[in-house]
Structure formats: structure tokens, C-alpha cells
């Protein structure tokens, strides 16, 4: 059974930081990309980060280049998405999801950017 399930979420203020965690399973993590999407209220899901089989390469959102680390731990099965500098625009409901063109994705978690 594949699952990949997100952790790390919550509510930060302006200017800190959170580490977004994706455990995965039931599929052969180190043949697929791993992405990072988000999707804010009343908004369409868009990709924040993604990082290559071998995590040597990595793609970023303009929005979010600087201040965002995508990583991920092949030996563990897991990826990360290192969040730094957050902003309320960041607020969202945050996936993870595995494969160039997703074919399996997290139920993804809340991240609240609030004072």
C-alpha cells in the first residue's frame, strides 16, 4: 500500500521557520521526484519545491527560492521541505507527492502563517 504521509505542520509567526517532513512507503522511493505543493484557500494547488531521484537537483517556486530547502533521505525513505523566513502568504495546506508527473501524493498538512 502506498502512502506518504506529511508532518511538521502548524502555526508560526512572520519570519520563523517550520521543517516539513514526508514519510514514504509501499512504493520505490529512490525511482521517483519527490514534489512539495500547496494549496491556500480559494486558491489552485501549485508546486513549491521539487528535488531530484538522487537529490542532486533541486526546483524552486519564485516565491518561495531563498528561504525554502527541499532535501530528501533516500537510505530512509523520506523527503523534507526546510521552511524559512514564512510569510503569511505561505499559509496553506502543504503535499507531499512523489513522481515527475504525480502519481502518488500525501493528505497533505495545515501551515498557518499568522501573528
Known amino acids: 500500500q502506498v502512502q506518504l504521509v506529511e508532518s511538521g505542520g502548524g502555526l508560526v509567526q512572520p519570519g520563523g521557520s517550520l521543517r516539513l517532513s514526508c514519510a514514504a512507503s509501499?512504493?520505490?522511493?529512490?525511482?521517483?521526484?519527490i514534489n512539495w505543493f500547496r494549496q491556500a484557500l480559494g486558491k489552485e494547488r501549485e508546486l513549491v519545491a521539487r528535488?531530484?531521484?538522487?537529490?542532486?537537483?533541486?526546483d524552486y517556486a519564485d516565491s518561495v527560492k531563498g528561504r525554502f530547502v527541499v532535501s530528501r533521505d533516500n537510505a530512509k525513505n523520506m523527503a523534507y521541505l526546510q521552511m524559512n523566513s514564512l510569510k503569511p502568504e505561505d499559509t496553506a495546506m502543504y503535499f507531499c507527492?512523489?513522481?515527475?508527473?504525480?502519481?502518488?501524493w500525501g493528505q497533505g498538512i495545515q501551515v498557518t502563517v499568522s501573528s
Open positions: 509501499g512504493f520505490i522511493f529512490d525511482h521517483y521526484y
Open positions: 528535488v531530484s531521484i538522487n537529490g542532486a537537483e533541486t
Open positions: 507527492s512523489a513522481g515527475y508527473k504525480p502519481a502518488y
